[in-house]
């Protein structure tokens, strides 16, 4: 009858100790809950119209569209930059087809047909093309798109524009700067 006393209070001192241990774990939770409300709120970056170019595209000047394209080949980006026509659309990515290649040359941006490879190659073309193209439109703005594409993996959209993630896989970011009229 003793071990049977002994047993009951155990019982319950494990039972109170999980009733401790999930409201600890409840009050913990909802700090964490109200301290992010109120960090979010109380930074005033998150209202910000600009940083939410997902949402809608922003206007940038054309010192935006440099400092992007110094960045794309060190992170693997692809910037598109349309000055107006077919013609003057100019994509500088990782690998570039012929006809890019082409346009780039009757540019006088590159002197070869063959992809630039090297840090120094990139910077070369980017001076040629800033020096050529961009500063000749001094103050003109352009139209921020960002479009991000999975590159590899299985993904799965349900009814509702939901993603599923089935295999993980890389994705792109392409940026398009469009020049306003």
Do not use: H, W
């Not at 999930?22 to 119209?49: H, P, Q």
């Not at 997902?54 to 110094?70: A, F, G, P, Q």
Request: glycine fraction near 4%.
């Amino acid at each position: 009858m003793e071990n049977a006393a002994d047993a009951l209070k155990i019982a319950f001192a494990v039972f109170v100790f999980v009733v401790a241990i999930t409201i600890a774990f409840s009050l913990i939770s909802e700090a964490k809950s109200t301290a992010d409300y109120v960090l979010y709120y109380g930074d005033e970056t998150n209202f910000y119209e600009n940083l939410n170019s997902r949402e809608k595209n922003r206007e940038v000047s054309i010192s935006d569209v440099i400092s992007t394209l110094y960045r794309y080949y060190k992170e693997s980006l692809c910037v598109i930059v349309n000055l107006g026509s077919e013609e003057e659309t100019y994509k500088f990515d990782l690998s570039l087809s012929k006809t890019e290649l082409e346009k780039f040359k009757q540019a006088g941006i590159i002197t070869e047909l063959q992809t630039p490879s090297t840090e120094k190659d990139v910077e070369e073309m980017l001076k040629k093309f800033i020096g050529n193209k961009l500063l000749q439109l001094e103050d003109a703005k352009f139209t921020e798109e960002f479009v991000e594409i999975p590159i590899s993996g299985i993904y799965q959209t349900g009814e509702d524009e939901t993603e599923i993630i089935l295999s993980s896989g890389g994705k792109k970011v392409y940026i398009t700067y469009t020049l306003q009229k």
